[in-house]
């Protein structure tokens, strides 16, 4: 499965949303250099689906690239077929490992009092780094 990056969303501060900005830098047991909320372990990067934007969009809400505090923002790939363990191959070399999914928080209330429920079952995942690399928008991945 191919996809491209739409997005990619990091900030030295907490809040929503999150800002897109022209490159991210992955780093092994970091994630995003300069984003506030990289840490260790299996919640360094945060990913979101184009198509849970366009859907959430065309469902009323007022969304999109880093609305969710999401680091990367994919179109063309499934989300609902990712599995904890999938590897994400930017084509640069850098690699991420899906690891769990997210969760929506009340703070997405802020944005629209609906999204809590809206995003039920698409709230993105979380993955770890396995190779570091710069990434930019509209670089392709493979699963």
Not at 89 to 97: C, K, L, R, S
Request: glycine residues 12%.
């Amino acid at each position: 499965m191919s996809a491209t990056v739409i997005a990619v969303c990091v900030s030295h501060r907490s809040g929503l949303p999150r800002p897109t900005v022209a490159f991210g830098e992955l780093r092994l047991d970091l994630g995003f250099v300069g984003n506030k909320h990289s840490v260790c372990g299996d919640r360094q990067v945060c990913l979101y689906s184009e198509k849970d934007y366009e859907d959430l969009r065309n469902e009323g809400a007022s969304v999109g690239a880093g609305s969710f505090g999401e680091n990367l923002v994919l179109a063309g790939m499934d989300f609902s077929s990712l599995k904890r363990g999938d590897k994400i191959h930017f084509e640069n070399g850098a690699e991420i490992e899906i690891t769990i999914p997210c969760k929506g928080c009340s703070n997405l209330k802020q944005i629209d009092p609906r999204l809590p429920e809206l995003i039920s079952g698409r709230a993105g995942w979380h993955a770890k780094v396995v190779t570091q690399g710069t990434i930019t928008p509209g670089m392709s991945v493979t699963l």
